[in-house]
Structure formats: structure tokens, C-alpha cells
């Protein structure tokens, strides 16, 4: 089981970002896809999750209205889209699917101006 993220980078307060996830090693389409990021000195908290058929989400109050989780199941991937950022979402942002020990490298997002 393999989660590869991408898309992470330097931006500033107000700005977006676009982070993708690609998954292997088990059926994608099956499984509910969570994102979760960690910042420094904090423990790792859960952002989004999203259904296997993508028609339920569930977000954290603190990125409500402002991040949208979605996934292409037929490349295996899941998709983050964060608008209006803010320092506070300065992070290292993974992927997840429940009941896997693995967690991949995670991509860092740094929103300062």
C-alpha cells in the first residue's frame, strides 16, 4: 500500500492550492479517502474525508466553505483544493484510507507572506 501526495508549496494568505494524492496496492474505489495534516509541534489532525462513491464529505469546522476534498477513482486518486488559505493551514498534508498502517511522505504547505 502506497499514498503518494503532491502539490504542496509556498503561498500567500488568501491564496489556493491544489493538492493530489495517487494510492496503489489496494481497490481504491472501495475505500473512503481522508486528508490530514500535521504542523510543527502539533499532533495530526483529520481535514477531510470523502466517500467511496464521492457523495459524502466531512470536513473539519476550521476549513469549512474553504477546502473541497474529491477523488478520480479511475486514477486511483484524491484531490484537496484549498482557497483562501491561512497561516494557520501552514502544515505537512497526507492522504489516508482507514485500516492501513502506512502513511506516505506527505507534501508541505506553507502559507506566509
Known amino acids: 500500500v502506497q499514498f503518494v501526495e503532491s502539490g504542496g508549496g509556498l503561498v500567500q494568505p488568501g491564496g489556493s492550492l491544489r493538492l493530489s494524492c495517487v494510492a496503489s496496492?489496494?481497490?481504491?474505489?472501495?475505500?473512503?479517502m481522508r486528508w490530514y495534516r500535521q504542523a510543527p509541534g502539533k499532533e495530526r489532525e483529520l481535514v477531510a474525508g470523502?466517500?467511496?462513491?464521492?457523495?459524502?464529505?466531512n470536513y473539519a469546522d476550521s476549513v469549512k466553505g474553504r477546502f473541497t476534498i474529491s477523488r478520480a477513482n479511475v486514477k486511483n486518486t484524491v484531490y484537496l483544493q484549498m482557497n483562501d488559505l491561512k497561516p494557520e493551514d501552514t502544515a505537512v498534508y497526507y492522504c489516508?484510507?482507514?485500516?492501513?498502517?502506512?502513511w506516505g511522505q506527505g507534501t508541505q504547505v506553507t502559507v506566509s507572506s
Open positions: 489516508h484510507a482507514p485500516g492501513f498502517i502506512n
Open positions: 470523502l466517500s467511496s462513491d464521492g457523495d459524502n464529505t
Open positions: 496496492g489496494f481497490t481504491f474505489s472501495k475505500y473512503v
